[in-house]
């Protein structure tokens, strides 16, 4: 049986409830659903994924953050943040909370998928915003030293969420506009490409897709951004070596229209043969 795999940034797990998320995961019917930006405490978390297994990251910022990986299958083992990986005293990185969690999915043959959601820091250029660049690099860091460990992984593993970065020209439409923009700075970048070229993941997204431009996985509220297909490819899943020849294909659930939108992300949907 196929294993559909989803990922999204719901910018509030409520909010998106409310403009048709359910109806979305009712149609789409995915086995394994991970969300980020969840921004609600636990409790609420888990109430509206009623019937799932729920691994659940709530951030220690009121309202910020939030990661969580669902699943119709029952999960072992959890973990969660990066503090006991990349640099020692990376205080830096920020609250290692909602960022970050690892799920063991316990699939029906009796193997394991690891699945992780993640919602990396967006950074800004900004003056007096220099800070959050720091923090996002302290962080890429620990991410980096996380990977290399997962990439090696015996079974297979899925990295999947909102990385806050747009790897190549043809992951945003305005890449002239955006060279020194947060979230395709060349040292970024960088970044996603040790993970792939060095540490051997795959970014299922572009090989599916052939060589772009797009599909793009965020567009911003404002304006006619989403009409005009203005966006940024910045949601991914990433497959260590052994899941990544399992997956068939990969999708961008873009809604029919702006109305239609319940985030202003896209789901990337995976359909894996395991």
């Given at each position: 049986?196929?294993?559909?795999?989803?990922?999204?940034?719901?910018?509030?797990?409520?909010?998106?409830?409310?403009?048709?998320?359910?109806?979305?995961i009712?149609?789409?019917?995915?086995?394994?659903?991970?969300?980020?930006?969840?921004?609600?405490?636990?409790?609420?978390?888990?109430?509206?994924?009623?019937?799932?297994?729920?691994?659940?990251?709530?951030?220690?910022v009121?309202?910020r953050?939030?990661?969580?990986?669902?699943?119709?299958?029952?999960?072992?083992?959890?973990?969660t943040?990066?503090?006991?990986?990349?640099p020692?005293?990376?205080?830096?990185a920020?609250?290692?909370?909602?960022?970050?969690?690892?799920?063991?999915?316990q699939?029906?043959d009796?193997?394991?998928?690891?699945?992780?959601?993640?919602?990396?820091?967006?950074?800004?250029?900004?003056?007096?915003?220099?800070h959050?660049?720091?923090?996002?690099?302290?962080y890429?860091?620990?991410?980096?030293?996380?990977?290399?460990?997962?990439?090696?992984?015996?079974?297979?593993?899925?990295?999947?969420?909102?990385?806050n970065?747009?790897?190549?020209?043809?992951?945003?439409?305005?890449?002239?506009?955006?060279l020194?923009?947060?979230?395709?700075?060349?040292?970024?970048?960088?970044?996603?490409?040790?993970?792939?070229?060095?540490?051997?993941?795959?970014?299922?997204?572009r090989?599916?897709?052939?060589d772009?431009?797009?599909?793009y996985?965020?567009?911003?509220?404002?304006?006619?951004?989403?009409?005009?297909?203005?966006?940024?490819?910045?949601?991914?899943?990433l497959?260590n070596?052994?899941?990544?020849?399992?997956?068939r294909?990969?999708?961008?659930d873009r809604?029919?229209?702006?109305?239609?939108r319940?985030?202003?992300?896209?789901?990337?949907?995976?359909?894996?043969?395991?």
């Amino acid at each position: 049986m196929p294993l559909i795999v989803a990922t999204a940034n719901v910018n509030g797990i409520r909010a998106a409830v409310r403009r048709g998320m359910d109806s979305w995961i009712a149609t789409r019917t995915p086995d394994v659903l991970m969300l980020q930006e969840v921004r609600a405490p636990d409790k609420v978390a888990r109430e509206l994924l009623d019937g799932w297994h729920v691994a659940h990251s709530e951030s220690e910022v009121k309202g910020r953050a939030g990661v969580l990986v669902a699943s119709r299958m029952p999960i072992g083992d959890i973990r969660t943040g990066l503090a006991a990986h990349g640099p020692d005293g990376a205080e830096e990185a920020g609250p290692d909370t909602g960022r970050w969690i690892e799920a063991d999915v316990q699939l029906p043959d009796g193997g394991t998928l690891t699945a992780v959601s993640t919602y990396l820091h967006s950074g800004s250029t900004r003056p007096g915003e220099e800070h959050t660049m720091v923090a996002k690099y302290a962080y890429l860091e620990k991410v980096t030293a996380r990977l290399a460990e997962l990439s090696v992984a015996h079974g297979p593993v899925v990295v999947a969420g909102d990385l806050n970065i747009a790897h190549h020209n043809v992951d945003l439409k305005n890449w002239k506009s955006n060279l020194k923009s947060a979230g395709f700075l060349p040292e970024e970048r960088a970044y996603m490409t040790r993970w792939l070229d060095e540490h051997g993941w795959t970014d299922l997204g572009r090989v599916h897709a052939g060589d772009g431009p797009g599909p793009y996985t965020w567009w911003t509220w404002r304006g006619q951004a989403f009409d005009n297909d203005s966006g940024w490819r910045i949601d991914y899943q990433l497959a260590n070596q052994v899941l990544a020849g399992a997956c068939r294909k990969v999708e961008v659930d873009r809604a029919p229209t702006y109305a239609e939108r319940w985030s202003d992300h896209a789901p990337v949907v995976a359909t894996y043969e395991l």
